[in-house]
């Protein structure tokens, strides 16, 4: 009974994460339809298996357990998921549905030879030999398609390294959950085979459960794997009461230790005016513009700001979780959001954006768009005119 109970908690549960996913995916670099499908066909499985033994009716069970086997479809929809995320792709490519036919052909061959015979041993045998080495063959797809793109990646911006890590955690834990259920399902599936029995894979289940669980835990305590990277402009909602819009930037305490004697001097005469220059530099950012220009140097912000060059480096070296060529490349990322949001685009191109903000052209515009907001211009745009 508490099996089952689960089994439906843990199906509604899905079902609600999948309709979040369902709506935020295309904006979300974490998501692809293919996670959407997994979620689906999984909350599926276990809300069904839980309603149908707590309801107890055989003949409801019995046709349950005959279909049971398309939730094979879960092993080719998975390896699509990481090998498109790897690939950063969320369109569906229709050659993508030859990863379908096996399970597909093997689903009618099972059902078909338990609806009109009952198999011996060694045909039993035969399908869970089959099914081991389609199950095995996907797994090692999946491991090799992340050892070599996802599990690799290494990135010089602290903003992309940071995102990288989340995408690197989230699949860590996703493959090793999937690896664990599949190990179940090759010991449920043996001992079925080994005592003569249906090969469903039902043994154990509640195995499957709390591991199902475990993943739905993992996605709601992880915000980003729902919605995808906070974007700037919520950050800039989030913190409008605030005088420092970027406020997670700045530390009051040096981020390293100060171990330059000059440094210690300028500590002296800079730690009691911390909060003042913080606000000088994103008032210049934020309300002047200064960052539209293209050439701006650490040297040509001081002067704008009237503030001694050896400050700005100081603060950027120890009161700041980012480099100033990174703060720079942030804040004409956000200086376009709030251009887009405004209509810019209706009379301008992107590439008039990019050179308006400060690039020099739009390809490193459009690689530090996608960096910084999980998401390529386009995209954004799309979304904004889909939100209207």
Request: include cysteine; charged fraction near 15%; aromatic fraction near 14%.
């Amino acid at each position: 009974m508490l099996l089952n109970s689960l089994c439906v908690i843990a199906g509604l549960i899905g079902f609600i994460i999948t309709a979040i996913l369902l709506n935020n995916y295309k904006s979300n670099p974490i998501m692809n339809i293919y996670m959407v499908l997994l979620m689906s066909v999984i909350s599926c499985r276990f809300f069904l298996f839980g309603i149908i033994n707590l309801i107890s009716n055989p003949e409801i069970l019995t046709s349950y357990t005959k279909y049971s086997n398309l939730s094979a479809l879960v092993i080719p929809i998975s390896y699509l998921y990481f090998k498109n995320l790897a690939q950063k792709t969320q369109s569906f490519n229709r050659t993508e549905l030859l990863h379908f036919i096996f399970p597909v052909c093997y689903f009618i061959i099972t059902s078909q030879t338990y609806t009109y015979i009952t198999p011996g041993f060694l045909v039993k045998l035969l399908f869970f030999l089959v099914f081991s080495v389609y199950l095995i063959i996907y797994l090692y797809w999946s491991y090799e398609t992340l050892k070599n793109t996802i599990w690799r990646t290494s990135a010089e911006s602290k903003t992309l390294r940071k995102q990288n890590k989340k995408i690197h955690n989230w699949t860590v834990f996703l493959f090793t959950a999937l690896l664990l259920a599949s190990i179940r399902l090759l010991i449920s599936l043996f001992i079925e085979v080994s005592h003569n029995g249906m090969t469903k894979g039902l043994s154990y289940q509640w195995i499957s459960s709390l591991i199902w669980i475990a993943i739905l835990i993992k996605i709601l305590a992880t915000p980003e794997i729902l919605y995808g990277y906070k974007l700037l402009d919520e950050k800039l909602k989030e913190n409008r009461n605030s005088h420092l819009v970027f406020n997670e930037i700045w530390l009051m305490q040096p981020v390293v230790e100060i171990n330059n004697s000059q440094h210690f001097i300028l500590k002296e005469k800079i730690d009691d005016n911390l909060q003042n220059y913080f606000e000088a530099i994103e008032k210049g950012a934020l309300q002047y513009d200064f960052f539209r220009d293209s050439k701006l140097t650490l040297t040509d912000l001081a002067t704008k700001l009237g503030i001694p060059k050896s400050h700005l480096s100081y603060l950027f070296k120890y009161h700041a979780t980012i480099s100033f060529s990174e703060y720079k490349k942030i804040i004409r990322i956000q200086d376009a959001v709030k251009l887009i949001e405004n209509g810019y685009l209706k009379n301008n191109t992107l590439d008039s954006l990019s050179k308006k903000i400060g690039f020099t052209s739009y390809n490193p515009f459009f690689t530090s768009f996608k960096e910084i907001m999980g998401i390529a211009p386009a995209e954004y745009i799309n979304k904004i005119h889909t939100l209207v």
